[in-house]
């Protein structure tokens, strides 16, 4: 009988950059495969663009900054960036919209604070709020979900001319429309109640008609990251709570007038954000208890900047805040080391 | 005291101790006002004949003024100082005065005004005072029309918007349109582009000086190394 003779840490695996980039990377398909089945070929030529960008502004950065090339591209953070932010565009952006994102992100975000690792802020929310604040038009131009209306045909050559050459013959506006967190904002602000906003056709189930099945698909993947461990249980716990507390708050005191928590989970963004956004190792919080509180407080921020900001959904927004937060969350909640006083 | 030579003052103030990209004083006019060129320039001019009417005038009462109360007499001077510049634009360039707003005042909460005075004209004579007002005016206009042009030209795609309310009428026609039928970048002409520009600009001048520094050390190095053979 023979035993191993190895002394401890008795870890089996590496976890290294490479192979954790690429488990979101997996996460993330039944998410874009839902968004693809009701969006059409949009989404995925917007990820293939941003990765390209991605691949060529790290590849850029990395020479200039005197880096190994081959290590850090291999490592696919800059994938993961480049397919976070695309994931979050409008299926149809124009090209120079995904470029303008994914070239504030790499460069700006992510290489002129030091690169992987040295980034305080969440590179894809980065790029993402650049072009929120400075497109709002474009942003806003989100395709209805196949299945509303009639079925929208755009062939993969329409969506590459939409998105290339601009829309020309194509009738891309009678395809865009208002999300369904835009459809409860303007309507919420014209006096009508949420149980008849609900009736429109934009809303399916539980959230947005189409939408629920994306959200599906990232909770799915992103239940797998948390089994793996690649992403701290804490922070979408934290995150999902903060949210169902405040949102049942306000439901409990008004449920005419502040849509049911149910909906906040499940609409917008907040499902990807709780497990592939905030759960970046980055710039998320680092200990235990500190995770919970940067989760809640973005939970508590997106329920804030939805109900009384000004953007129909604000996780991108919230993100940021809380990176910002997340250094002084790491000072004051370092679990105590064994024997250490209580202070 | 070694006293500089007028050349060094001009160096100090333009380039070695830049308000803008060194000292980085005044930086809340800086980045306000800086969204396009005209704007720079105007709030640089401004800033420019403060610098200038406060250094002369404390250089002048230097010898009347005891040290302890010196503070208070430098406030009072630029206190002056300022509301004659703001009183002046509110004459004279009345639609330039409504652009750049609570900013004229605001000159008088310009670090670099006090920290000339200080720093400067209550050590040197007038003419020499006189000089580094227009240096350190000079390198923070330079400063501000440098990312002035950045952010307009990035943000709205025009160079020289609105030179009317500066030039007067034949500054209609200065407008540049660089690039037609554009969409506009707002971030630039929001907070945030003025901070990121202001960033890549200190950036490139530590660049610079970084070079000239190798270049210089190369140079020497090379005089030595012919000397020694």
């Known amino acids: 009988m023979r035993f191993k003779t190895v002394t401890s840490p008795h870890i089996l695996q590496q976890n290294s950059v490479g192979q954790v980039m690429r488990r979101v990377l997996y996460a993330m398909v039944p998410g874009i495969a839902a968004l693809v089945w009701f969006f059409g070929w949009g989404v995925l030529i917007n990820l293939a663009l941003a990765t390209v960008v991605a691949l060529g502004a790290e590849a850029v950065m990395l020479s ?22 695309a994931v979050a565009l409008p ?11 994914v070239l504030a992100a790499i460069v700006v975000a992510k290489h002129l604070y030091g690169g992987l690792g040295y980034n305080p802020f969440n590179p894809a929310m980065i790029g993402y709020v650049v072009l929120l604040i400075s497109f709002p038009r474009e942003m806003s131009a989100w395709l209805i979900p196949h299945g509303i209306g009639q079925p929208h045909a755009l062939s993969l050559l329409d969506s590459l001319q939409i998105i ?3 829309a020309g013959s194509l009738p891309v506006d009678a395809l865009t429309g208002a999300t369904p967190l835009d459809v409860l904002r303007t309507r919420l602000g014209l006096g009508q109640t949420v149980t008849d906003i609900r009736n429109s056709p934009v809303f399916g189930v539980v959230a947005g008609q189409g939408w629920e099945w994306a959200t599906a698909g990232f909770l799915a993947g992103g239940l797998w990251l948390v089994y793996t461990r690649t992403a701290a249980w804490q922070i979408p716990a934290g995150l999902l709570g903060g949210l ?14 502040y849509a049911p928590p149910w909906f906040h989970i499940w609409s917008g963004a907040v499902i ?3 497990f592939f956004i905030a759960t970046d190792p980055v710039t998320a919080s680092t200990t235990p208890r500190g995770r919970l509180i940067y989760g809640a407080g973005i939970g508590i921020l997106i329920y804030i900047i939805r109900g009384f900001g000004g953007y129909p959904d604000g996780v991108a927004f919230s993100v940021l805040l809380m990176n910002i937060a997340a250094p002084t969350l790491d000072l004051y909640t370092r679990p105590r080391v064994f024997g250490e006083k209580q202070l | 005291m070694i006293e500089m030579s007028y050349r060094q003052i001009l160096q100090n103030g333009v380039w070695t101790q830049n308000t803008g ?35 002369v005038a404390i250089s002048l009462i230097r010898p009347l003024v005891r040290p302890e109360v010196r503070i208070p007499v430098f406030v009072v001077v630029i206190a002056c100082a300022v509301t004659a510049v703001e009183l002046a634009m509110h004459a004279f360039l009345p639609g330039l005065y409504t652009v750049l707003g609570i900013f004229i005042p605001l000159i008088v909460t310009n670090c670099c005004v006090i920290g000339r005075a200080e720093a400067f004209a209550f050590k040197n004579n007038v003419a020499r005072s006189a000089v580094d007002g227009i240096a ?28 009317e309310l500066l030039f007067g009428e034949w500054g209609n026609s200065m407008t540049l349109h660089l690039i037609p039928d554009y969409r506009g970048f707002l971030l630039a002409i929001l907070p945030p582009g003025a901070f990121i520009g202001l960033g890549c600009l200190i950036a490139i001048k530590n660049v610079m000086d970084a070079r000239v520094q190798r270049h210089i050390a190369a140079r020497s190095a090379t005089a030595l190394m012919t000397a020694g053979s």
């Open chain 1, 244 to 257: 169902v507390v405040m949102s049942t708050t306000f439901y409990l005191i008004d449920p005419q007038h």
């Open chain 1, 272 to 274: 990807f954000g709780a």
């Open chain 1, 164 to 166: 290339f050459g601009g």
């Open chain 1, 91 to 101: 299926p149809l952006a124009p090209w120079w919209l995904t470029m303008i994102g």
């Open chain 2, 136 to 163: 350190t005016g000079l390198g923070f206009l330079m400063v501000l029309v440098l990312l002035g042009a950045i952010r307009e030209v990035l943000g709205q795609g025009t160079l020289f918007s609105q030179a």
């Open chain 2, 21 to 55: 990209l060194v000292a980085l004083l005044g930086l809340c006019p800086l980045l306000a006002t800086s969204n396009s060129v005209v704007n720079g320039l105007s709030l640089g001019l401004a800033t420019t004949l403060v610098l200038l009417m406060c250094n």
């Open chain 1, 64 to 85: 200039i900054r005197g880096k190994p090339l081959a290590l850090h591209l291999g490592d696919y953070s800059a994938v993961v960036t480049a397919w976070l932010l």
